[in-house]
Every structure is written in structure tokens, then in C-alpha cells.
């Protein structure tokens, strides 16, 4: 009776412990697909930037003898922004879309800073529709990209916690990086002609 009754609890032991590494490893799934998730957001708010661009270019090109060299940056930065993709959102991948898509933004900037040249263009409603969409696409990045923090922090403190930690580990759960502002982002962007 004695072997029965030790046979049984190492039975419920071991159910218990299945039951909990089955009950870790979908919630860990489930806040790895919250990122990526997250993820799919902030690069449908990137998509929305690198579709309004070429109509404010179209427009701008339309309403002024415009500097070629500004547009051609535009187009640079757009086509580098466009090229990249990310199907594994890893720490790098993450920094080399947003290193592109800064890079068209700031583009994006200056050629509406530029336009303060040309009053007929800058009081054209097609501009100033255009250059509202802008800012909104901007501000849904930023958004997006704060989702995107807290997804990453909420796996990452999941991940990271006793005893899911061990069961991370041995499944190849990894600590997540998300967006680090760029060094000097603190300082006012100065714009130059």
C-alpha cells in the first residue's frame, strides 16, 4: 500500500509539473506573438509614412521649381526604409528599420521645413491635407512604438522572472530588446539649407 500511495503523489508530481510547463509555455507564446503583434503595428504605421511621402513629393514638385537634391534625399530614404523588412523581430533587425525609417522622417522634416520658402505651396490645401496626414502617421508611430515597449517589457518580465525563467531558458525564450531613443535625440533637430 505503502509503494501504491508513493507511485500515486510522483504521478500527481509529475501531472503538476506537465500541467505548469503546458501552462507557462502558452502564455509565454501568447506574449511572443503580443510583440510580434505589436510589431506588425508600428511597421503598418512605417507603410502609412512611406505612402504619404511620395504624394507630398508629388505635390511640392507640382506647386513650386523645387530643389531637386531635397527629393532626391526623400526618394533615397524612402527606397532604403521600403527595403527593409522584418519577419523576426530581433534587437538589430528592430534598429536597422528604425535607423531607416528616422532617417525618412527627418528627410520628410526638412522638406516641409523647406517649403516655408514657397507661401503658394504651403497655403495649397493638397499640401496642407498632406502635411496633417503626415503629423498623424508620426504621431501613430510614436504610439505604436510605445505598444511596442510594452509588449516587449510585459514578455520580457515574464521571461525573466523565477520560475518561468527556467522554463524560458530550456525552451529558447530570450529577453527581447524594444526602441532605445537614439543618442542625442534629446537635442532639438536643427535643420539647415
Known sequence: MNKRLSGIIIGAIVVIAAIWLITTYNALVKKQEKVSLQWNEVQNAYQRRLDLIPNLVN???????????????????????????VTNVTAENVSNVTAAQNELAQEAMRLVAVIEKYP???????????????????RRIKFARKDFNEAIQDYNSRVKTFPTKLVAGILGFLAKEGFVADDGAEKAVEIKF
Do not use: Y
Not at 505635390?59 to 527593409?84: C, P
Not at 497655403?123 to 502617421?137: I, N, P, R, S, V
Open 59 to 85: 505635390v511640392v514638385k507640382g506647386g513650386a521649381d523645387f530643389e531637386q537634391s531635397t527629393l532626391q534625399k526623400i526618394a533615397a530614404a524612402r527606397a532604403k526604409a521600403q527595403s527593409l523588412t
Open 120 to 138: 503658394d505651396l504651403k497655403g495649397a490645401k493638397a499640401f496642407l491635407d498632406l502635411q496633417a496626414q503626415l503629423e498623424g502617421t508620426e
